[in-house]
């Protein structure tokens, strides 16, 4: 963020953050900043973003709305996406607000879900990931897994280490060890995703496919597209993985 020169803006030209609401709630009381406006005549300068998004001093904002002041002075400040703004919103406003435990319970999910955004990035090295989709249970010739969609692109199927070990009868450590020791053959967002901080893992927990205590205890959780599932069985070196591999190609991955 880079804090630019302090400016002036019509009350009119300003607007809420969605998120400000859903962290704070729409009926906070400002009569307390109506009065103390009204005694000091002073208004400390809101902070902004460059499309006049309130930032911080959302509540001396609607105070000076119900006061008819008709200008304020205010920070433009650049951001780098939208979760940088809500993560000022979040932390940086609270240090001027006295928070309800409500408040306070969302202010730090909002915090957590940027955390982990950000870690799942990090995992994955910062490449591009598709919204992931939790689909179902499938049987294919017996060979019982879940369907998931997206991370390596709209729609395109995956496949979660932990039924693959299923299937091929191995360990999830066992898979874990392989994709550890041939770390450089895998390419982040095209064979392998590290989904361990992505929000598709409460969807797991929920459904029973893992739980929370494997999820705590897990260096990573790794997901695999059709290609990353072939390199896979290529260090596994065993001829009857392919026979599944090959059933599973046909029925699962290229099925539309």
């Known amino acids: 963020m880079n804090l630019l020169q302090l400016q002036r803006r019509e009350i009119s030209e300003l607007v809420a953050h969605p998120m400000h609401s859903r962290i704070y709630g729409e009926k906070e009381s400002v009569a307390g900043l109506v009065s103390a406006i009204q005694r000091n005549g002073y208004v400390m300068p809101l902070v902004i973003t460059q499309s006049n998004v309130v930032v911080s001093g959302y509540r001396r904002w609607r105070a000076c709305m119900e006061l008819g002041i008709s200008e304020v002075d205010v920070f433009v400040q650049e951001f780098q996406d939208d979760d940088d703004i809500v993560w000022k919103m979040a932390l940086g406003d609270s240090e001027n607000r006295k928070t309800t435990n409500l408040q306070k319970a969302r202010q730090a999910a909002a915090l957590m879900k940027i955390i982990r955004k950000r870690r799942f990035a990090e995992q994955n090295n910062h490449v591009p990931i598709a919204e992931l989709a939790y689909i179902g249970t499938r049987t294919i ?65 929920n459904h029973d496919i893992l739980t929370q205590r494997s999820v705590n205890s897990a260096k990573n959780i790794y997901l695999f597209s059709e290609s990353g599932y072939a390199k896979l069985l290529k260090i596994m070196k065993d001829t009857e993985t392919w026979v599944q591999y090959e059933k599973l190609v046909r029925e699962y991955f290229n099925k539309k």
Do not use: P
Not at 191 to 198: A, N, P, R, V, Y
């Open 141 to 205: 010739d017996g060979m019982t897994f879940h369907e998931i969609e997206g991370g390596f692109g709209a729609g395109v199927k995956s496949m979660l280490a932990v039924d693959i070990a299923k299937i091929h009868n191995k360990s999830i450590g066992n898979i874990n060890t392989d994709v550890k020791r041939n770390y450089k053959w895998f390419a982040f967002g095209v064979d392998i995703i590290d989904i361990k901080e992505s929000e598709i893992i409460d969807d797991f927990i």
